[in-house]
């Protein structure tokens, strides 16, 4: 029984489950300034998996994709519908905390709205996140950590959907 409870222990070490709990975060992380949402274009998106059962397609502009010195991935992702709506958003995703951050939302008429009181929102666990969630497991994140630089993402992430976005 104790080699049970050993051979558990270890499984759950191993997993990012615990990570949160073994390695809080600490209390002196701040986000830096966040830039205004980068300009974008269609013709550039790489398709991206969507959430599984999602009549959606997701793509995200390669030349969008930034890293932080504080780990944070940033990205413009479009959402487009079958009848060929598009929501556009200006995105953040935090590997070493599981979260993600809507900075920003574009509208064809009207340009970028900021939204300016957003938080960070957790990637499991809720619809809304489910396409950052797949996004992360896609090639943002390797486990609990940035998937070294931007250059890297966009490879990994081209590498997984070769074709670009239809």
Not at 62 to 83: F, H, K, L, Q
Not at 135 to 147: F, H, I, T, Y
Request: charged share 20%.
């Amino acid at each position: 029984m104790q080699a049970l409870k050993v051979g558990l222990a270890a499984c759950l070490l191993g997993s990012g489950l615990v990570m949160a709990q073994l390695l809080p975060e600490s209390p002196d992380w701040r986000e830096s300034e966040v830039p205004p949402p980068p300009a974008f274009d269609l013709k550039r998106l790489i398709r991206v998996p969507g959430p599984d059962g999602s009549s959606l397609k997701f793509g995200i502009d390669p030349e969008t994709v930034a890293v932080t010195p504080e780990g944070i991935v940033r990205y413009v992702i479009v959402a487009s519908s079958p009848d060929g709506g598009r929501n556009v958003m200006y995105e953040g995703i935090r590997c070493s905390a599981g979260q993600y951050r809507i900075y920003a939302r574009h509208n064809e008429s009207g340009g970028w709205t900021v939204l300016k009181e957003s938080e960070w929102q957790p990637l499991y666990g809720s619809a809304t996140s489910r396409h950052a969630l797949t996004l992360s497991l896609a090639g943002v994140c390797k486990d609990r950590a940035v998937n070294r630089s931007a250059a890297n993402i966009v490879r990994t992430l081209k590498s997984e959907l070769p074709g670009g976005y239809d």
